[in-house]
């Protein structure tokens, strides 16, 4: 934990110490309130105050979505300058997403057949049909729909592939128009300053945001529904484990040459951040942050691999469609077959394209994964009492690749500031939470009237 002084104050704890904090005393008191099971605890306190609190955490991040991506995408675009290099940094991006995953999820195939969770494990109570499929988008309708027909109702829906197009036009076309653009770009180099300071607004409300959003995720779901479905929790969390500190680490340090340890440092608030909320979309303005501010990676490909990662790219959802169809087959007593595994591979990596990063959605996939390969959906109950807190450690093992795949394709580029990243100060949120000395007398004098030139 890192400490600092302030003046005229006892030392101070950075702020990622103080969610670590928060993070800490939620899985204690959430713990205890689930032991105690009263009900007005249960009512009030859990469903009440600390439901209201984390929601209202979570709108907040959210809210600042839309508008940090599309400023800082319209800086990206303009700040890049060619539409060849845009194109060359999205295809980069694009195929790593897709490489990662389909390794996370081969990975996972293979860990789970070995360690074979779900062997001799009861179907006792699961009722038959009490489950509905999804049905998975074909690969056509996936990309048909990355064009909006309508960009209100996309930045309306949160619906990211969309928002990212249509700002990445806009942004080429500003281009296109030259010198006239500058106005606009300005503009938005102002808005996107803006929302960073929204962010820390709202990041400064972390800890006791993250304290509820934990304490009643424990509250709510105990530990004792581990102990069914152990095998099941500990393989997931094995081979989780071993994509986010092995595999991830070993493409960043092969494919980018930079520090790993440097790199697990800095991503770790927005690890926590996607932990808490179980949303990569969410957790996008800390992942954006973490990746400029603190690693040194430039706007102009943070900007668009951030957000397109959130969307895109999910190792740790992938993981768990593939150790649950694992431990499911093993369950029904059912046997995969080699192509049963290369389609959970194809159908992982495919649904990972088209659907959001928000909680939850994993299990969605996997009723299509399950249906494609033949397996009983109703399966699902099964894990579905564990899925919150394993959805948890996916987002945030998402997100890590997000980031790295971001600080990779950037490197690349020739766009991490090494000095940046190497800093282990640089970007700490309490150095900037100050408001700036002369904002006072920049903002008087700009509402003073002025002559007209
Ligand atoms: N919650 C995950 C995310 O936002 C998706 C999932 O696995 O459900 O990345």
Redesign the pocket.
Known sequence: MTSEAIPGGGPKLSLTARIMIGMVAGVIIGVIFNLIDAPFINQHIVGGLFAMIGKAFVNALKMLVVPLVVFSLICGVLGIGDIRILGRVGGKAFVLYMLTTAIAIAVALIIATIVGPGAGFSMEGIEAGSITAATAPTVWDVFANIVPSNPVSAMANGDMLQVIFYVIVVGVAALMLGEISKPFALAAEYMNELMMKVVEIVMAFAPIGVFCLIAKVFAEQGVGLFVPVLAYVATLTGVLLLHLFVTLMVLLKVLSGLNPMTFMAKIRPAQLF?FST????ATIPVTYRCVTERMGVDNSVASFTVPLG?TVN?D??AI?QGVATVFLANVYGVDLGIGGYLTVIAMAVLASIGT????????V?LTMVLTQVGLPIEGIALILGVDRLM?MI??AV??TGDAVVSTIVAKSEGKVDVGIYNDPNAGLLEEHLGIDPHAEEVLADAARPHPAE
């Open positions: 996607a179980a949303s990569s979309n959130a999910m740790g959802t768990m959001a990063g928000v909680p939850g959605v994993g299990l996939m959805d996916r987002t998402n997100i």
